[in-house]
């Protein structure tokens, strides 16, 4: 079944510095979404993005979906602490109505003031 | 809109027994879905409807039932509760349609078996 893998797992920064994190699926996707989850809350969804290539921006996120439609990526330029969280990418195979989900695991970002 | 709402918060289960997790839209949304989440792991589906009347397996169905008799809820029962099923379970709904695939999600029930 389809695969979708988030690396890293964990990152710490410091207040001010970037963060990347990278979204790989096993299976071309129709779409890929990314949802955010503070400690102890629910996911909430960011962003979908559907083209091939496709880059969007939310202030200082720059969510990106490669041409291939496999694989994304989530840029946070200089980190402030209300962005700690778990950064969960999702996509439904291509082949699929898009009804249901692949979530990865998750990229937890901690920020140190 | 009050959203996707999910009861209980927190419930304590002793093994074997069985309980019924409720959730509720009120967003006329076509689509509903149940995760579960382990510690420091992504989401699960569990099982997920596409319409009232209609409901389909997920990745971890085994375990768990589902009904949707109505366009507003989709309640998880869970029967003979067993220690691998304490997790946080989240209920969520959509609306698909050619724009969007976006989910919403309920606050979550925290259960634990023991």
């Known amino acids: 079944g389809q695969q979708v893998m988030q690396i890293p797992q964990y990152q710490h920064v410091q207040e001010g510095e970037d963060f990347t994190t990278y979204c790989n699926s096993s299976?071309?996707?129709?779409?890929i979404q990314w949802y955010k989850q503070r400690p102890g809350g629910h996911p909430v969804f960011l962003i979908q993005?559907?083209?091939?290539?496709e880059v969007k921006k939310q202030k200082r996120l720059t969510f990106q979906f490669g041409e291939a439609k496999k694989n994304s990526s989530l840029h946070i330029t200089a980190t402030q602490t209300t962005d700690v969280g778990t950064y969960f990418c999702a996509g439904p195979p291509q082949e699929t109505s898009g009804s249901r989900l692949t979530f990865g695991e998750g990229t937890q970002l901690t920020v140190n003031p | 809109n009050a959203g996707v709402t999910q009861t209980p918060k927190f419930r304590i289960l002793k093994i074997g027994q069985s309980m019924t997790l409720q959730c509720t839209q009120d967003?006329?949304?076509?689509?509903m879905y149940w995760y579960r989440q382990d510690p420091g792991m992504g989401l699960k589906l569990i099982y997920y409807s596409v319409g009232a009347g209609i409901t389909d397996k997920g990745e971890v169905p085994n375990g768990y039932n589902v009904s949707r008799s109505t366009t507003e809820d989709f309640p998880l029962r869970l029967e003979l509760a067993a220690p691998s099923q304490t997790s946080v379970y989240f209920c969520?709904?959509?609306?698909?349609?050619?724009?969007?695939?976006?989910?919403?999600f309920g606050p979550g029930t925290r259960l634990t078996v023991t």
């Open positions: 969520a709904s959509s609306y698909l349609n050619a724009a969007s695939y976006e989910q919403y």
């Open positions: 967003m006329n949304h076509n689509y």
């Open positions: 299976t071309t996707l129709s779409n």
């Open positions: 993005l559907v083209k091939s290539g």
